[in-house]
């Protein structure tokens, strides 16, 4: 039996679902406070799991400065239970600009406790960033008429062209010549599969995968 490599990557992009209008305006006269994050609507796998999921996390943010990330379940706002996303907007839109506050949250059925301080929602002039990653690699999509020469399954396997130098993926021991083939106990037939894999694992969130397929690293200068 493989054993699992357990994959942890630094950042991931994220996916926008924001529902900012469904809360209630804060009063006229107290400016509301802003954790610059996207809640993100109910999946399958979140239904499984207390409180509201975040979807994405904006760059530089009071969010990103508390280490709070995509896939996160936030489950209460300062000790006061969460459980839909309108309710939770309206708990952190009561609290003031600069106040500190602490997140209790579920990251891969982990309980957590974050804090962080509330800033002011800027006036954006262009659409903010998210938090954006990589697992350090390059790969090349394998048609399913070199999957089976490289020892993959039919249905998946992309092929490790290149490893970032002490980024993520060398770090869980995968190299140049390596097929990667499933990751979270889905299959990897293409790079843009894995990419998706891994916005869904949530920025530091550990991925994991069956020890990937080692085949002859291609030589240099041939």
């Known amino acids: 039996m493989k054993t699992p490599l357990r ?7 994220l996916f926008v679902l924001a529902p900012w209008s469904k809360a209630a305006a804060p009063a006229p006269d107290q400016p509301s406070g802003w954790l610059g994050i996207w809640l993100g609507e109910a999946t399958p796998s979140s239904a499984e799991r207390p409180g509201v999921r975040v979807g994405g996390v904006i760059e530089d ?25 309108a309710e939770f907007l309206a708990r952190i839109r009561e609290l003031q600009p600069g106040s500190l506050v602490t997140l209790s949250v579920n990251r891969k059925n982990k309980d957590i406790e974050l804090r962080t301080t509330l800033g002011s929602r800027p006036d954006f002039t262009e659409p903010p960033k998210p938090v954006r990653g990589r697992i350090g690699i390059d790969a090349i999509d394998l048609p399913a008429s070199l ?25 869980s021991g995968i190299r140049v010549g390596d097929v990667i083939y499933e ?22 969130n550990p991925i994991e995968m069956p020890a990937p397929i080692a085949v002859a690293t291609p030589a240099m200068n041939a």
């Open 61 to 85: 943010g009071p969010g990103d400065k508390g280490r709070l990330r995509a896939n996160d379940s936030i489950v209460a706002v300062n000790g006061v239970a969460v459980s839909a996303n």
């Open 147 to 171: 999957r089976d020469h490289f020892g993959a399954p039919e249905n998946a396997g992309i092929l490790v062209s290149s490893v970032l130098e002490g980024g993520p993926a060398e770090d």
């Open 7 to 13: 994959v942890v990557f630094s950042l991931l992009t």
């Open 183 to 204: 990751a979270d106990g889905q299959p990897v037939d293409s790079i843009r599969a894995l990419a998706t894999l891994v916005d869904m694992a949530g920025a530091e």
